[in-house]
């Protein structure tokens, strides 16, 4: 059972252009959802992440869309950058007061490239 | 240095062997995970500790799996009998307060190839 699902797979986007990744998940106890940016060889490196009590969260050309009720979220890459093609996920993290342990479930990834 | 580090970053063992993955975390950072990315897909959860306590080790696939973190700071993963099916990039990540801050800072994994 696939507890967080990302889609698509991969994404081509001119340099410039918006980059839109979207993830979708099943368990209402999430409550921490952050994204990481993967390159060839690297770990994952924490981009921006966001909390249900919040609908947005802006960072610099990375922006979170959260829809709680839809129980979806969303990144979205303004101006595309070469240098950001890397693969993303989007992960997903129980609450500790529900009896989570702080573990993190994540998407399957999107592979980005951004083309000069 | 200032992030998680982990040792080997390459590991190849023939079936059969033990192997022991290394995690230094950032200093003082509470809370310790281990994940296991296969080739092409998103890290999967092992294991995970607050100090020296294992509080969760719901993702381990079978007893071959063993981790440890005696002193609350490094901690090693160790697979017995490797199989074919262990292949894959070994993350550990550690985050700094536990049931406070979720923010897990990743090491740049070991990757294990069992031929």
């Known amino acids: 059972q696939q507890q967080v699902k990302q889609s698509p797979q991969s994404l081509i986007v001119q340099k410039g252009g918006i980059s839109i990744i979207n993830c979708a998940y099943e368990?209402?106890?999430?409550?921490?959802f952050p994204w990481y940016q993967q390159f060839p060889g690297k770990g994952p490196a924490l981009l921006i992440a966001?909390?249900?009590?919040?609908s947005e969260k802006k960072e610099g050309r990375f922006t979170i869309s959260f829809n709680k009720s839809a129980k979806q979220f969303s990144l979205h890459i303004m101006d595309s950058q070469p240098g950001d093609s890397a693969t993303y996920f989007c992960a997903a993290s129980p609450s500790v007061t529900q009896g989570g342990s702080e573990k993190l479930v994540f998407g399957k990834g999107t592979k980005l490239t951004v083309n000069p | 240095g200032a992030g998680v580090s982990q040792s080997p970053r390459y590991k190849v063992a023939k079936r059969g062997q033990d192997v022991a993955l290394r995690c230094d975390p950032i200093?003082?950072?509470?809370?310790l995970f281990w994940y296991q990315q296969a080739l092409g897909q998103g890290p999967e959860f092992l294991t995970y500790?607050?100090?020296?306590?294992?509080?969760?080790k719901s993702g381990l696939p079978s007893d071959r799996f063993f981790a440890e973190r005696p002193e609350g700071s490094v901690s090693t993963l160790k697979i017995q009998r490797t199989q074919q099916e262990d292949s894959a990039v070994y993350l550990c990540?550690?985050?700094?307060?536990?049931?406070?801050?979720?923010?897990?800072?990743f090491g740049p994994g070991t990757r294990l190839t069992v031929t």
């Open positions: 966001i909390r249900p009590d919040v």
């Open positions: 200093s003082g950072h509470v809370s």
């Open positions: 500790f607050q100090n020296e306590a294992q509080l969760d």
């Open positions: 990540a550690s985050s700094l307060e536990s049931g406070i801050s979720y923010e897990q800072y």
């Open positions: 368990n209402t106890a999430f409550d921490y």
